[in-house]
């Protein structure tokens, strides 16, 4: 398994695998019509975009075996002045998980934001009903600080919990 950070050639790539966890994970949580339409264009734009410019704030961590992109974070410093930074997505391809890639990951993230934003919170969105990705996130230190209702790129909106961490070096030493 290799580690790098993203480049835009790489937005396609991140794209259909955040398109096939959602399809895999939220089915239930958000309209089949959305997940079972072209998700893939959706995310392309997306990751095309966030992948365009050189942002300092925003890192992007892929995980690759061999040629095959098997996982990716984004986070992105100092987003919020009450909570911190942001881990905006992190995502495991479906035969890749329970291998520790995403601790990994959720590591790489945090080693980043430390030596850019040490002293400030670590926060991320989780859907309620994830059940799994909530698991994960209290297992590596996360406390869930409250659940409120947020907009999905669906249309629509569902319960999402905030987990938070007090600073990057609480989520490293929790892996």
Same mark, same amino acid.
């Given at each position: 398994?290799?580690?790098?950070?993203?480049?835009?050639?790489?937005?396609?790539?991140?794209?259909?695998?955040?398109?096939?966890?959602?399809?895999?994970?939220?089915?239930?949580?958000?309209?089949?019509?959305?997940?079972?339409?072209?998700?893939?264009?959706?995310?392309? *734009?997306?990751?095309?975009?966030? &992948?365009?410019?050189?942002?300092?704030?925003?890192? /992007?961590? +892929?995980?690759?075996?061999? $040629? %095959?992109?098997?996982?990716?974070?984004?986070?992105?410093?100092?987003?919020?002045?009450?909570?911190?930074?942001?881990?905006?997505?992190?995502?495991?391809?479906?035969?890749?998980?329970?291998?520790?890639?995403?601790?990994?990951?959720? *590591?790489?993230?945090?080693?980043? &934001?430390?030596?850019?934003?040490?002293?400030?919170? /670590?926060? +991320?969105?989780?859907?309620? $009903? %994830?059940?799994?990705?909530?698991?994960?996130?209290?297992?590596?230190?996360?406390?869930?600080?409250?659940?409120?209702?947020?907009?999905?790129?669906?249309?629509?909106?569902?319960?999402?919990?905030?987990?938070?961490?007090?600073?990057?070096?609480?989520?490293?030493?929790?892996?």
């Amino acid at each position: 398994m290799q580690f790098r950070e993203a480049q835009h050639s790489d937005a396609a790539a991140i794209a259909r695998l955040h398109a096939n966890s959602w399809q895999r994970t939220y089915r239930g949580m958000m309209p089949d019509a959305f997940l079972d339409g072209d998700v893939v264009a959706d995310r392309l *734009q997306v990751w095309h975009d966030r &992948l365009a410019h050189d942002r300092p704030n925003q890192f /992007v961590c +892929l995980v690759e075996d061999g $040629a %095959n992109l098997v996982g990716f974070i984004c986070a992105i410093g100092n987003e919020d002045p009450v909570w911190g930074s942001y881990i905006e997505n992190t995502h495991v391809a479906e035969a890749y998980k329970r291998q520790g890639i995403g601790t990994k990951l959720m *590591q790489a993230a945090a080693v980043w &934001l430390k030596g850019r934003h040490a002293d400030l919170g /670590v926060y +991320l969105w989780a859907m309620e $009903a %994830n059940d799994t990705a909530r698991r994960f996130y209290e297992q590596l230190g996360g406390a869930n600080v409250g659940t409120v209702d947020r907009l999905d790129p669906a249309g629509g909106s569902a319960p999402n919990c905030r987990y938070v961490w007090a600073n990057p070096a609480a989520l490293i030493s929790a892996g």
